[in-house]
Structures are given as structure tokens and as C-alpha cells.
């Protein structure tokens, strides 16, 4: 079992709907990180978060330590938020990034 | 602008030969990693610096070596040790030592390709 899970693995969703993708893990954590990879490979940062939640424009990103688990909400989708999300914790003995496989994420028009 | 560059985007390898990723930053960042990642898994370490001369072994470090001669740059060479090497490479900084929760930034990455 992968100390990072993420769930749904794909996900297709029409223009304007509102989406959640979900993150749990197994071990003890400092903070999560929320990252997006377009399909040219690059990773971007979203957000890091140790408690609570966070807000940039259209994502929100919530965190339940005492649930270990964490929710990335996007509201009013469109189709250029078409990527792969991935949910990574730091933890573990050496506090290093352990990453989820990521949640490919489709946006129709 | 700041940023990490990597380089080449793409690169081809045949068998048997040694080839080395570019990687360079220009954030001031003391921190920089190495991940390999492979369809249907997640980003692995394979190395990682908290400061020039000094580096440390990730989870898959076995047929890779690195080098850390100047903050701004960490080169990871692939050798003919590594199994099986096609995969995409990211190069990744934070601000602080690694171990320590930060932010981290990561470059646009390189996919080799062993023929």
C-alpha cells in the first residue's frame, strides 16, 4: 500500500463544474503539497499546507491531520485546469517529499 | 526571472552509454533534488544537496551520480549501471536544507530515452 493515496485516479468533468480530488496518507507529516503538471511536463506548486485551509483564486485546498487527509477543490473548472494533480507529503523518518501518482484530471468544454 | 532550467528537453541514449542531465538554478536556493518519474507512480528521489560539495542518496540512487561544484547547478549523470533509464527526469530547489518543509520549485525536465 502506497503511504500516499489519491483518489479518483481520472477524472473527466464538464466546464463550470466543481471538483474535489482527495489525498490520504499513512504516515506522520510536517505538510502537504498540492502540485499541477501540464501535459509538457513541468511541475507547479499550489499550495502547501500544515493545517486548515487555503484559498488562491478558483482552488481551495483543505487538510485534516488528526483524518490524515487532505481535499483540493476547484470551482467553476475550465478546460485549461486539464492536468495532472498530484498530492506529496513531507514525512517519514528523513521529513522528504513522498509523492501520490496523481490524478489526471479532463475538462470538456 | 528566476527559475530552474533543465537541459536537453528530450535525449536520446543508446545502451552501454553514460549521458548527463543539466540542471541550474538561479532562486539562491541551498536545496536541490533529483526525481525520476514513471508512468502509473510517483516522483522518486534519486538525490538530493543541502549545499555545495555535499550530497546524500535518495530511494533509487544505484547506476545515477551527481555533483554539486557551485549553488547554482546540480548535473545528474545516468550511467550504464542504471537498468533501465528511460524515464522523465525533474530537477527540483527549496530555500531551505532538505528535511525541512519548504516550497519546492521544479524545472520543466528532461525525458531520455534509452534506444
Known amino acids: 500500500k502506497n503511504e500516499v493515496e489519491q483518489s479518483p485516479q481520472n477524472l473527466t468533468a464538464q466546464e463550470g463544474e466543481f471538483i474535489t480530488i482527495n489525498c490520504s496518507y499513512s504516515v506522520g507529516i510536517s505538510a502537504l503539497h498540492w502540485l499541477q503538471q501540464h501535459p509538457g511536463g513541468g511541475i507547479v506548486s499550489l499550495f502547501m499546507?500544515?493545517?486548515g485551509k487555503k484559498k488562491h483564486g478558483r482552488l481551495i485546498a483543505t487538510i485534516n491531520i488528526q483524518e490524515k487527509h487532505s481535499s483540493l477543490h476547484i470551482t467553476a473548472s475550465h478546460p485549461r485546469d486539464s492536468a495532472v494533480y498530484i498530492c506529496a507529503v513531507y514525512g517519514g523518518a528523513t521529513n522528504k517529499l513522498i509523492f501520490g501518482t496523481g490524478t489526471l484530471l479532463a475538462v470538456q468544454p | 526571472d528566476g527559475g530552474i532550467t533543465q537541459s536537453p528537453k528530450y535525449l536520446f541514449r543508446k545502451e552501454g552509454q553514460n549521458v548527463t542531465l543539466s540542471c541550474e538554478q538561479n532562486?539562491?536556493?541551498?536545496?536541490m533534488y533529483w526525481y525520476r518519474q514513471d508512468p502509473g507512480q510517483g516522483l522518486r528521489l534519486i538525490y538530493y544537496s543541502q549545499i555545495v560539495n555535499d550530497f546524500q542518496k535518495g530511494d533509487i540512487a544505484e547506476g545515477y551520480s551527481v555533483s554539486r561544484e557551485k549553488k547554482e547547478s546540480f548535473p545528474l549523470t545516468v550511467t550504464s549501471a542504471q537498468k533501465n533509464p528511460t524515464a522523465f527526469y525533474l530537477c527540483a530547489s527549496s530555500i531551505g536544507a532538505a528535511g525541512r518543509a519548504d516550497t519546492q520549485y521544479f524545472g520543466p525536465g528532461t525525458r531520455l530515452t534509452v534506444l
Open positions: 499546507l500544515s493545517s
Open positions: 532562486l539562491n536556493h541551498d536545496a
